[in-house]
């Protein structure tokens, strides 16, 4: 089991960027391929971003090809997102999120993801 702890939301204006964290325990969370999703306010999660375990392969979601950029440290555990000219539709609940099959090559919005933090609020005001 993983267990995946978010920080780095917070309320920022549109135009400016924030990077979101994402912390995972165990000592095989270098053999999973990670994801970020968001969901705002009445509308359904949505994917963002993913990751393979190596980091090689990235996927993002058409919304925000070009300001957002998905990365990992194996070493730290840890993966990020970060997301510079925000606008206020990117205003969301984000989430983490982990596939544990294991060396997954290939991410998209079709990966299994079936661990999840609880959560960062990232409120873009205009």
């Known amino acids: 089991q993983v267990q995946l702890v978010e920080s780095g939301g917070g309320l920022v204006q549109a135009g400016g960027s924030l990077r979101l964290s994402c912390a995972a325990s165990?000592?095989?969370?270098?053999?999973?391929?990670m994801g970020w999703f968001r969901q705002a306010p009445g509308k359904e999660r949505e994917f963002v971003a993913g990751?393979?375990?190596?980091?090689?392969?990235?996927y993002y979601a058409d919304s925000v090809k070009g300001r957002f950029t998905v990365s990992r440290s194996n070493a730290k555990n840890t993966v990020w997102l970060q997301m510079n000219s925000l606008k206020p539709e990117d205003t969301a609940v984000y989430y983490c999120?982990?596939?544990?099959?294991?060396?997954?090559?290939?991410?998209?919005?079709?990966?299994?993801?079936?661990?999840w933090g609880q959560g960062t609020q990232v409120t873009v005001s205009s």
């Open positions: 999120a982990a596939d544990t099959r294991e060396w997954t090559i290939q991410v998209d919005t079709t990966t299994p993801y079936d661990y």
């Open positions: 165990g000592r095989t969370f270098s053999r999973y391929a």
């Open positions: 990751i393979s375990w190596s980091g090689d392969n990235t």
